[in-house]
């Protein structure tokens, strides 16, 4: 049975008759040239994803038409959605010229969102026809465009179908990290069916290593989502995934009712590729429970509609074979099983090709012994080369995890060699002032001083210039770190996220978020170095600001029953005060939204932060309903302010709790 993962792509507009009746009048009415031609793409447009043969028709005389005007930029756009057409029907050598194509005729262009979406269908081809290197390198050009735009669906997107090829290489731990990034980032956008796909791929990761438990509730999950959305096409992936599940568990009812429930969707959308997918999954079910006339049935339709899917078309032709053996038809059955052979080595897939020879042997070790023996014989040198094949993935594998750790490792290398640059500049330029000095004294005596000056000026022109790059390298550097840093926080927060979904006790779900608000208030400081110019500082009001905005939202606290003061004075703080001062902020507003509110119609929660003479002063306030008057901060068993308590100590704060009308926090920290 075939798994399928979930590429990110536009969920289909339902397709509007009205609309494309009134194109239609218009390209009645309209002679101009222009007029036609945009008429014309909008309508091909419209027929792309559900009349995708009309929509090649209507292409192909706006491409003429674009011509003839000589209109790049249109033509540009029609062979993009041609090449969507044409992607539609299967026919993924076209889908490639076409969107090749556009990608040429979009020109200095290329670096925009059109040029990364079409870098990203060209990825999307060489996965399909198994060039994964290939999908690599496109998915990968595609993601520096996405990340130079700053755009967060596109990296998310890009980021998801990395993590399908890095599965299909057996690269399981760059899969799962490149899936958390997609997750996050659909996240923070809140893109509801961004986090279905990643939900559905999250899955069959699981499913892979056999952990079936966690499969199901990621497939679940992901259903939910979809459901939501009512994306039939992406509902259809997922049920067809949760019908593998079940039948590798020996689950057959359960499978043959997801299958067909697949299957269903998929005929109602006229999904012709998805359903010849859906037969052979039946139909193999069948064969399984010895109903093999049902199973023959299924499969000659799975066989009639794969035309232009080899893969699908030989494994129908396999599962025909083996049922025509079984009801005893054995010419059939030989006729079948050959075709299933030569079609697995004319696409070089050595595990179809086994199963129609190992079905050969089966079929003749009665009536031609030796017959049968060389069907064997092959079958076996097959499977001594799948064999093969699979220690080679095992060990591309362990190179590529290796690589990955390689590659961190250098840039550790490059940091530490930075350091050492920078320490043997500064020497230099001291030797250098030293040097200058010396000849200024001998300029006084000798005329040919002055050509030596000349000659040490240029050095120091070069050793400013070689300084300025590395401080700009650096620079670099710096901001790619914090940007890693914040990439993996954020990946700790999707996980505990996950986590805190699969868990009913509400304490333990409580634990994991305000552990995954502890992560966020890192991240949004990292967040800020790398996106800034200034590296090694953060502004205290726009971090306070977007941290207590992000507490709000976590506990879906609403303005009109708790507003929220702030008076922040603009400085900006180094990283080693920012973090336990953040770390502190986080505990106190957390403590108030959770507990100083709960029998009020409606609180304040003021933020005070200012400059001092002799350091900050932070106050953060409430008007609730204050702490047990037995509090102490040095006898409390609570988390929070023993994290408060341990932050305060780091930064050698004076720490002071007032209760009276709610609770008053002030912290002094001297500077």
Known sequence: MVLLGCWITAIKAQFNQHQADSLLGVLDEVIEDTMHLQALIQLGELYRDHKSAEAI??????????????????????????????????????????????????????????????????????????????????YERALLIFHSLNDTFGRAGISNNLGLVYKKQGNYQRAMESFLLALNGFEEIEHIAGQASISNNLGMIAQDQKSYVDALGYYKHSLQLKEKLEDKHSIAITLNNIGT??????????????????????????????????????????????????????????????????????????????????????????????????RGEQTGELSIEYDAKINLYSLFKNSNPKRALTYFEEATAIKDSLFNQENTRALTTLELEYAFEKEKAVKDQEISLL?????????????????????????????????????????????????????????????????????????????LKLQSRSLSDETAVAALQEGQNRVRSMALIHQDLYQEDNLIGVSARQYIEKLCDGLFKSYNIKSDKISMQMDIDDVTLDVDNVIPLGLIINELVTNSLKYAFEDLDRGILSISLRQELKGLQLDVQDNGVGLPSSFSIQKTTSLGFRLIQAFATKLSAELNIEQGDGTHVSLFIPT
């Not at 299958?259 to 010849?276: T, V």
């Not at 509609?305 to 025909?320: C, G, N, Q, R, Y």
Request: hydrophobic letters at 40%; proline letters at 0%.
């Open 419 to 495: 350091n050492s640059e920078k320490e043997l500049a500064a020497l230099q330029l001291r030797t250098a002032k030293r040097r200058n000095l010396t000849f200024g004294v001998l300029f006084l005596l000798l005329a040919v001083t002055s050509i030596i000056l000349y000659r040490l000026f240029t050095r120091i022109k070069a050793q400013n210039l070689i300084i300025a790059q590395t401080l700009e390298e650096r620079e670099t550097l710096l901001k790619e770190i914090h940007h890693r840093v914040k990439n993996n926080l954020q990946v700790i927060s999707s996980l």
């Open 245 to 342: 599940l079940y039948k590798e568990q020996v689950q057959l009812d359960s499978a043959r009712h997801y299958h067909q429930s697949s299957l269903d969707l998929k005929k109602e959308i006229a999904d012709i590729r998805g359903q010849a997918i859906s037969y052979n999954n039946l139909g193999e079910l069948a064969i399984v429970a010895g109903d093999y006339r049902s199973g023959l049935e299924l499969n000659k339709k799975a066989h009639a509609l794969a035309e232009s899917d080899p893969h699908t078309k030989a494994m129908a032709e396999v599962f025909i074979g083996m049922a025509y053996q079984k009801i005893g038809q054995s010419q059939e059955a030989k006729r079948w099983l050959l075709e299933a052979a030569k």
């Open 57 to 138: 028709e209507v292409l192909k005389e706006a491409a003429y038409y674009a011509r003839l005007i000589h209109d790049d930029v249109s033509l540009a756009k029609v062979h993009a959605t041609a090449g969507t057409a044409f992607g539609r029907l299967g026919k993924v050598d076209s889908a490639r010229f076409y969107w090749q194509s556009s990608y040429q005729l979009l020109g200095v262009d290329t670096l925009s969102n059109k040029g990364g979406g079409l870098l990203n269908n060209l990825g999307m081809t060489e996965e399909m026809e198994g060039n994964l290197s290939e999908a690599v390198n496109y």
